[in-house]
């Protein structure tokens, strides 16, 4: 406080004061978010219901007393900033734990007045360098809001931003940590680069970003009447893929996967935050609002989780799911190979997917018999049977997916694995650090398309002309699924929903887009379901194949796909 409290009226003393009480309020209870479980739902909504009523009060407060606090307090502008900062991340980490997309326009409205009143301007002034650093962790949450509201033109800009920041830090400072901030600002760039694989240009060769997130337009139709069993309700995503480009704990994959699996947010273009704004509000929590449906179903991303961290989750998750919900889990992980090629135990002696590249348990086992470990962070299948007792999707992306291709559904309840194909051709073999094949086709079928058929740039209106195919075949293979006598019945328990019906169609197009692709020659170039999928009635079918076709002669690369009955088509077993 730069002012005298004894040169102060009363009205003023009690002013300043209650403005001490409500920052440092705030602190206790932003600083107490970190203690909160990540998992379950009731535990944190109440904490952050607290939370977000103090800020509230807060924000609303330094804008009613503002000439005051800033003569008598001395209030300073990065103070101000710093609250907004907090605000952004409340907002953040509430999206995080809801999976409510709109919240992210909140987080992004604050992080937004935040560079367009230069709260943090003076930053690098200051004698201590705390205060920079907080400028700088600002810019890097703020561009991870932008990235995932598809804001790349200022994404581009903050990134430009952050560099000059970062070297004014450098400059000013000499700090320790000056290799960690460098290495930041790498990842950010290689992430960027690695999600714009393909290039949608306008008529004036300006680039075009586009949304992966799903719509009423781009949501695969139902036949009228096809009963819906079961919804969506718990979602993990699980990222370790040792060589794939990440950022903020986000593989690229978990990235990708995470906005396939939301609706497309809609923006409140009434949310400008400038000092006369209105306060945030608190959200509305669901157990104040149980007859509201919930948007998005709720998620969990989980970055190289131990195996135990990754057993509390699902657990969680299990024990959170409704009647009538189901719950995914997709995996993106490098693979973790067994023991034994034959064996009568297929849960585990087969390996899996490592979830953590930890080896906590060495210096422990190091004594025992050689060959008779398995890694500790390996997720086997058998890891999962217990959670079986309630319907699952299981979608792994690995080179050791073929591990969970016998899946064991010892309960009888709904089960369905997505198994991606555990090799890509050598020339697509040095891009493996730009996210994975099979979870391109899942989240962007269009892009992995054009992946695979080496094609680079696309202008809006071919782009425009090819989704409309793709829209075909997705709508083709919906009736397809819904009138097959073969087809195995988990696959109807799931077909009601919109994300999980989604994922099953551009499984099936990512199949045969690949089996009719002549660089891909062999079973483990294929991706696998199981239970497995009727072929003649899905997989071979005459009218997927000319969908798949009729796109390739769109985009001129005809050449590349063999025809049906061509010796180069091996047919998955």
């Known amino acids: 406080m730069s002012g005298d409290v004894n040169n102060l ?17 705030s602190k206790q209870l932003f600083n107490g978010l970190r203690d909160l479980p990540q998992y379950g739902h009731k535990q944190w909504q109440s904490y952050f219901g607290r939370t977000f009523d103090v800020y509230t009060k807060l924000w609303k407060f330094q804008q009613q007393h503002r000439q005051i606090l800033d003569t008598k307090y001395g209030l300073k502008r990065w103070q101000i900033g710093e609250v907004a900062s907090k605000i952004g991340q409340l907002y953040y980490h509430y999206y995080l734990r809801t999976s409510e997309t709109n919240y992210l326009n909140e987080s992004f409205s604050f992080y937004s007045a935040i560079r367009m009143r230069a709260y943090y301007s003076k930053a690098n002034k200051e004698e201590r360098s705390d205060l920079m650093v907080k ?90 009447g096809t009963p819906i069993y079961l919804t969506l309700q718990e979602i993990l995503i699980v990222g370790n893929c040792h060589e794939q480009v990440k950022f903020s704990e986000l593989t690229l994959d978990m990235f990708r996967m995470l906005q396939t699996l939301e609706r497309e947010p809609q923006e409140d273009l009434t949310t400008q935050l400038f000092d006369t704004s209105p306060a945030p509000g608190r959200p509305p929590f669901e157990n104040g609002n149980q007859g509201s449906r919930r948007e998005n179903p709720h998620k969990y991303l989980l970055y190289k989780p131990t195996y135990s961290q990754l057993n509390t989750f699902l657990a969680s998750g299990f024990k959170e799911l409704p009647p009538n919900g189901a719950m995914l889990l997709y995996i993106s992980a490098d693979g973790c190979l067994g023991n034994a090629k034959h064996t009568d135990d297929a849960a585990y002696d087969l390996g899996g997917v490592m979830t953590n590249s930890r080896r906590d348990s060495d210096i ?33 992306d690995s080179d050791n997916s073929s591990a969970f291709q016998n899946f064991a559904n010892l309960f009888g309840q709904p089960l369905v694995c997505l198994l991606s194909p555990e090799q890509v051709p050598t020339t697509m073999q040095d891009q493996h650090q730009k996210g994975n094949l099979f979870t391109l086709f899942l989240h962007s ?46 696959y109807m328990q799931f077909i009601g929903d919109d994300f999980l019906r989604l994922l099953m169609l551009r499984f099936v197009f990512c199949y045969i887009v690949l089996i009719l692709h002549r660089g891909f020659k062999g079973p483990s170039f294929y991706p696998i379901s199981h239970p497995p999928l009727p072929t003649d009635e899905i997989l071979e079918h005459p009218l997927l194949y000319k969908a798949v076709l009729d796109l390739s002669t769109i985009l001129d690369c005809r050449s590349l796909f063999a025809e049906p009955g061509e010796g180069d088509i091996h047919v998955a077993a």
């Open 9 to 25: 009226d009363e009205n003023e003393k009690k002013i300043v004061n209650e403005f001490c009480h409500l920052l440092e309020k």
């Open 135 to 224: 400028k700088l962790r600002y810019y890097a949450r703020f561009i991870v809001v932008c990235l995932l509201l598809k804001k790349m033109k200022l994404v581009r800009d903050l990134v430009r931003e952050l560099t000059k920041q970062i070297d004014d830090y450098t400059s000013t400072y000499e700090p320790e940590d000056q290799m960690e901030w460098n290495l930041v600002l790498g990842e950010i760039k290689a992430f960027i680069e690695a999600e714009n694989m393909i290039n949608v240009m306008d008529v004036d060769s300006s680039f075009i970003v586009l949304s992966h997130r799903l719509t009423p337009i781009n949501t695969p139709p139902l036949d009228k």
């Open 364 to 396: 422990a086992n190091r004594n025992k018999r050689p060959g008779t470990l398995k890694e500790m962070h390996c997720l086997h299948p058998g890891d999962l049977y217990p959670y079986t007792r309630k319907p699952l999707f299981l979608i792994i």
């Open 445 to 490: 079928p269009l892009m992995a398309f054009c992946y695979v058929c080496n094609i680079i740039d696309i202008s809006i209106n071919m782009w425009d002309k090819c989704q409309g195919q793709i829209d075909k075949f997705m709508t083709e293979a919906s009736r397809l699924f819904i009138r097959s006598k073969s087809l195995d019945h988990a």
